[in-house]
C-alpha cells in the first residue's frame, strides 16, 4: 500500500511542478492545490498506514488497532492552511486579472519599477 | 442572458434547510465521532452559498443580514476566550473541562468547555468563507 | 508550568480580533492598536524578568503530558527575540500612523500587523515542530494580507511571486516535516534532541536536516533562495517594509538556530559546513546587491540579506563565541534594520522618489536627520561602540576559533562593502547640491523622524550598553549549546 501512495504522491508532485511552470495564473494555482495535496498524502504515508480503529477509545478496540491519530491531526490542520492559502490566492488572482488585465505570468515580469 | 432557474429555487428552499440541520447535526456530533466546528462551518457556508446561486447576492443579503468579518471577529474572541479561561484557573492553556450533566429531554449528557471552543472554530470557517466568496462575487 | 509564555501570543490575537469589529473608526483603531502592542509588550517584559530568575519557562497545551502535546518554551532567545520583535512592531506602528494613510487605515491594516505579531511570537516560543509550522503560516497570511494592502499595480504583482514562492516552501515543509516523524515518530523539539542521537540511520536524518535548511532558507532568504525577496519587499509601504524587514526573515534565521543546535547536530561536519559556506555566499551576493543599486530601498533591502547570512555564519561554528555573537546580531539586527528602512522611508517622503541620483544636499535643511541617519549607517556596519560592532566581533571571533577562519575574512571585508553601501546613500542624500524636495509641514515630519529616532537611540543604548546586555546573550548561548538544559525544562516540567 505504501508503494503506491508514494506513486501517487510522486505523480500528485509531478503535475504540480508541470503546471506551476505554466505561464497561466489559474494553472499555477491549481498546481499549488495538486503539491499541498501532494504534501498532505505524504504525511498521511509517512506516519504509518496500519491501524484499523479510528483513534478514539472505545470498547473491544485494543491499542495495536488504533490507526496513529498525529498524522491525521497534523493533516487536517495542513489542510485547513491550504484551504485559506488557496482561497486567498484565488481572490488575489481575480484582483491582479482585474488590475493588471492579465493573467500571464510572462507579462507580470515587472522589472520596469526598479530603477 | 438569464436563465430558467425555478428548479434550483425551489429546490434550494428546501435544500438549504436539510443542510443546515445537517451542519448543526455534525457540530454537536463533533466530540467523540468524525464532525466538529470545522466541518459544520463549512456546512453552513455552503447552504449560504447555494442560496447565493439560486438567487442573488442583494436578495440573499437581505436574507441573512450578517457582516461576515465580524462574525469571524466574535468566532475568534469566542475560541481564544475559551482557551484563556484556563488562565484563570491556573492550568495550561488550552486545558479543557467536562462534566456530566442530566439535562431535561436529553438525559444524560456530557458537557464540554471544549464545545465552545469548537463554536468559535464555527463562526471563524463561516466568517472567513463567506468573505471570501463574497469578495469575488460582489465585483460582478 | 507557566502561562506567561503564551501572553505575547495571545494578547495580539485577542486585540486583532476586537480590531476587526470596528474597521472604520480610525481613533479608535489606532488606540487599540496601540495598547495591544505596548501590553504585549508590558507581558513580554514580564516573561523577560522571569526567564532570567527562573529560567527557562515551559508549558505544554492542554494539560498534556511533554512529549504529546504541543509545548510552548521560552528559553532567553526567544524570549529576547520576541521582546525586540514588539518593540520594533510598537515603533512601526507609531511610524505608521501618520504615514500609512486613512484607506489602508480602514481596511485592517491594523489587525493584519497584529495576527503578524501572534505568528511572530508564536513562532519564537514554540517548541514543537509542527506549531512552528502553523505559527509561521499565520504570520505568512498575516503578511499575504499586508503585502498586498492597498492593492496598487505593483503590490498585486509581487505579491503573487510572494505568494507562490511561499506556498511552495509551505508544502516543502509539510514534507519535511513528514519525513521527520517517519524516522524519528516525534514532533516535539525537546523529544526529537532525545531520540536523533540514537538513531543510527545518520545519512537520512542529514537530508531531512538539509531539506529543512531549505524550507527555512525559503524564509531567511539564504543564498541561492533569496531571489524572491528584493521584488516583493520592493513592493508595499515604507511601514510594511520595515516589519517584514525586521521581522520576517528573522523568524526562518531563528527557525535554522534553533533546529540546527538543538536536534540536527548528528553529522555536525556536513551540515554545518554546508550552512557556513551559504551564509558566506549569502553575504556576498547581498554585498553585490547593495552596491549594485541606486535606489535607497533596495540597497537597506540587500542589506536584510547581508545580515542573514553573517547570523548564520556564527551558528555554523557551534562553538561559544560564534553562538552568542549570531544571537547579539539577530537582536541588533531587528531594531537596525526597522530604523534604517524608517529612515529610509523619511528620506523617499522628503524627496518624493527612492532614487539615490535625484537626491542631494539635504544636510542644509535636515541636519539632526542627516546625523541619525549615519548613526544609523555607523551601527549598521558595525562600528565600535554601536550595536552592531559586539556581535560582529564574536562571530568573527568565533570564525577565528572554529575551522572558518576564511569566512571570518570575508565577514570583515564585506563590512566595509556594507559601510559604503549605507554611507553610499548619505553622501548621495545629504551632501551635494540641494535637489527639489517635497515641503511637509514640521508636525508631520516631527512624527514620523521621532519615533525613528527613538529606535536608532534604542541601537545606540544596545551597543553602548552590550556590556550589561551580554549576560542574557550567554545565558540563551548556553541553553543552545547545552541542548540539556531545554530539553530538561520541556521533559521534566
Same mark, same amino acid.
Given at each position: 500500500m505504501e508503494i503506491v501512495m508514494s506513486v501517487a504522491i510522486g505523480l500528485l508532485f509531478m503535475a504540480a511542478v508541470y503546471l506551476m511552470l505554466s505561464k497561466s495564473l489559474i494553472r499555477i494555482i491549481i498546481g499549488t492545490g495538486l503539491l499541498s495535496h501532494g504534501a498532505h498524502l505524504l504525511l498521511l504515508t509517512m506516519g504509518g498506514l496500519g491501524g484499523t480503529a479510528p483513534p478514539v477509545v472505545a470498547d473491544g478496540v485494543s491499542v495495536s488497532d488504533y490507526a496513529d491519530p498525529l498524522p491525521q491531526a497534523l493533516i487536517l490542520t495542513a489542510i485547513v492552511i491550504s484551504f485559506a492559502v488557496t482561497s486567498f490566492f484565488l481572490v488575489l488572482a481575480y484582483r491582479a486579472y482585474q488590475e493588471?488585465?492579465?493573467?500571464n505570468m510572462e507579462l507580470l515580469r515587472g522589472t520596469e519599477d526598479y530603477e | 442572458m438569464r436563465t430558467n432557474d425555478v428548479m434550483l429555487q425551489t429546490a434550494t428552499k428546501v435544500v438549504t434547510f436539510i443542510i443546515l440541520m445537517f451542519a448543526v447535526h455534525i457540530f454537536f456530533a463533533g466530540h467523540y465521532t468524525p464532525g466538529g466546528g470545522f466541518v459544520g462551518g463549512l456546512l453552513t457556508a455552503s447552504a449560504i452559498v447555494l442560496l447565493m446561486l439560486a438567487f442573488d447576492l442583494p436578495t440573499v443579503k437581505k436574507i441573512v443580514p450578517i457582516n461576515y468579518v465580524v462574525l469571524t471577529a466574535v468566532g475568534l474572541l469566542i475560541a481564544i476566550a475559551t482557551a484563556s479561561a484556563s488562565i484563570v484557573f491556573d492550568?495550561? =492553556? =488550552?486545558t479543557h473541562a467536562y462534566d456530566y450533566f442530566d439535562l431535561p429531554l436529553f438525559g444524560k449528557t456530557s458537557l464540554h468547555s471544549a464545545m465552545l471552543f469548537d463554536l468559535g472554530v464555527y463562526l471563524v470557517v463561516v466568517g472567513v468563507t463567506m468573505t471570501i466568496i463574497q469578495t469575488i462575487g460582489e465585483d460582478e | 508550568m507557566s502561562n506567561l509564555a503564551l501572553f505575547p501570543i495571545v494578547i495580539p490575537l485577542i486585540f486583532a480580533a476586537v480590531l476587526m469589529l470596528f474597521p472604520k473608526n480610525v481613533s479608535m483603531q489606532r488606540i487599540v492598536a496601540i495598547a495591544g502592542v505596548s501590553a504585549t509588550l508590558v507581558s513580554a517584559l514580564f516573561l523577560f524578568s522571569k526567564v532570567s530568575t527562573d529560567g527557562i519557562q515551559a508549558v505544554t497545551l492542554g494539560s498534556w503530558p511533554a512529549p504529546f502535546g504541543i509545548s510552548m518554551v521560552s528559553d532567553m532567545l526567544s524570549v529576547l527575540l520576541v521582546l525586540s520583535s514588539t518593540l520594533v512592531t510598537l515603533f512601526v506602528l507609531f511610524y505608521s500612523i501618520p504615514t500609512i494613510g486613512v484607506k489602508r487605515e480602514q481596511s485592517y491594516y491594523y489587525p493584519a500587523v497584529l495576527f503578524l505579531m501572534t505568528g511572530v511570537n508564536g513562532a519564537f516560543t514554540t517548541g514543537d515542530i509542527f506549531n512552528l509550522f502553523v505559527f509561521i503560516e499565520v504570520l505568512l497570511m498575516a503578511s499575504y494580507a499586508l503585502i498586498v494592502h492597498g492593492g496598487e499595480k505593483p503590490q498585486l504583482r509581487e505579491s503573487i511571486k510572494y505568494l507562490l514562492v511561499n506556498i511552495i516552501s509551505s508544502a516543502l515543509f509539510v514534507s519535511a516535516v513528514a519525513y521527520l516523524y517517519s524516522v524519528t515518530g516525534t514532533l516535539n523539539m525537546a523529544d526529537l534532541a532525545v531520540k536523533i542521537p540514537e538513531i543510527e540511520a545518520v545519512g537520512i536524518l542529514t537530508v531531512i536536516a538539509v531539506l529543512f535548511l531549505v524550507v527555512f532558507g525559503f524564509k531567511a532568504a539564504i543564498f541561492p533562495l533569496y531571489f524572491w525577496l528584493p521584488g516583493s519587499y520592493f513592493a508595499p509601504p515604507m511601514a510594511i517594509l520595515a516589519l517584514f524587514g525586521a521581522l520576517l526573515t528573522k523568524v526562518g534565521v531563528y527557525a535554522i538556530m534553533r533546529t540546527y543546535t538543538l536536534f540536527f547536530t548528528m553529522n555536525i561536519g556536513f551540515t554545518h559546513e554546508l550552512l557556513a559556506i551559504i551564509a558566506i555566499l549569502t553575504i556576498l551576493a547581498g554585498c553585490i546587491g547593495a552596491l549594485a543599486y541606486f535606489d535607497v530601498k533596495k540597497i537597506i533591502i540587500y542589506n536584510i540579506i547581508i545580515a542573514v547570512g553573517v547570523i548564520l555564519f556564527g551558528i555554523s561554528q557551534m562553538n561559544a563565541a560564534g553562538v552568542e555573537g549570531s544571537i547579539f546580531y539577530l537582536v541588533h539586527d531587528m531594531l537596525i534594520k526597522a530604523a534604517l528602512f524608517l529612515l529610509v522611508g523619511i528620506l523617499t517622503v522628503i524627496f518624493g522618489t527612492s532614487d539615490l541620483r535625484k537626491m542631494g544636499g539635504l544636510i542644509k535643511s535636515y541636519p539632526l536627520f542627516g546625523w541619525t541617519f549615519l548613526i544609523a549607517a555607523f551601527g549598521l556596519a558595525g562600528i565600535p561602540p554601536l550595536s552592531g560592532f559586539p556581535g560582529k566581533l564574536l562571530i568573527v571571533q568565533g570564525g577565528f576559533e572554529g575551522t572558518h577562519f576564511w569566512g571570518s575574512l570575508v565577514i570583515l571585508a564585506t563590512s566595509l562593502l556594507v559601510l559604503l553601501s549605507v554611507v553610499r546613500i548619505f553622501i548621495y542624500a545629504f551632501w551635494g547640491e540641494p535637489a527639489k524636495i517635497v515641503t511637509i509641514d514640521r508636525k508631520h515630519y516631527l512624527s514620523i523622524f521621532v519615533p525613528t529616532a527613538i529606535l536608532v537611540a534604542l541601537t545606540v543604548v544596545l551597543g553602548a550598553g552590550a556590556e550589561l546586555f551580554m549576560p542574557f546573550v550567554s545565558d540563551a548561548g548556553e541553553v543552545l549549546l547545552n541542548p540539556s538544559l531545554y530539553i530538561d525544562a520541556v521533559l521534566k516540567e
Open positions: 493588471l488585465g492579465t493573467d | 492550568v495550561p =492553556f =488550552f | -
